[in-house]
């Protein structure tokens, strides 16, 4: 699959929100948001795109948000090794990332560059 401008927005909201966690028994993947303040922004934007540019392509299926009302937090889990590998395929890795990189080719184009930088930014 080709970083189009959508793509890279999303890698962007995942650098600012998302979660990939690895071990020996399970492999995960996390997105979410502010219950209150994000919400909305999740239900119309960020899960649309990431059902039209991942889930669907890869799983012909939705993501599913649920509300953690105990900790303000408006997420999706996917326990899914493919779903991770397609992350890692791109270079956004499991654990901190105090040390995350933009993906090379998302550097040497202005406009993914953008996109994402958008991404981040709306999520943090």
Same mark, same amino acid.
């Given at each position: 699959m080709k970083? #189009? /401008?959508?793509?890279?927005?999303?890698?962007?909201?995942?650098? %600012?929100d998302g979660? *990939?966690?690895e071990n020996p028994r399970y492999s995960e993947y996390?997105? %979410? %948001? #502010?219950?209150?303040?994000?919400? /909305?922004?999740? #239900? +119309?934007?960020?899960g649309p795109?990431? +059902?039209?540019?991942?889930?669907?392509?890869?799983? +012909?299926? +939705?993501?599913?948000?649920?509300?953690?009302p105990k900790v303000g937090?408006?997420?999706f889990h996917i326990f899914d090794k493919n779903l991770v590998?397609?992350?890692?395929?791109? %270079? *956004?890795?499991?654990g901190s990332k105090i040390n995350a990189g933009i993906p090379k080719i *998302?550097?040497?184009d202005k406009n993914l560059l953008k996109r994402f930088i958008?991404?981040?930014f709306d999520t943090d």
């Open positions: 970083i #189009d /401008e959508e793509l890279a927005e999303l890698f962007g909201i995942h650098i %600012g979660c *990939i966690s996390y997105l %979410g %948001g #502010d219950l209150t303040e994000e919400k /909305e922004y999740h #239900d +119309n934007w960020v795109l990431f +059902n039209k540019k991942i889930m669907i392509p890869l799983f +012909n299926k +939705n993501v599913t948000y649920k509300e953690h937090v408006y997420a590998n397609f992350f890692k395929k791109f %270079g *956004i890795c499991s *998302i550097l040497s958008r991404g981040l």
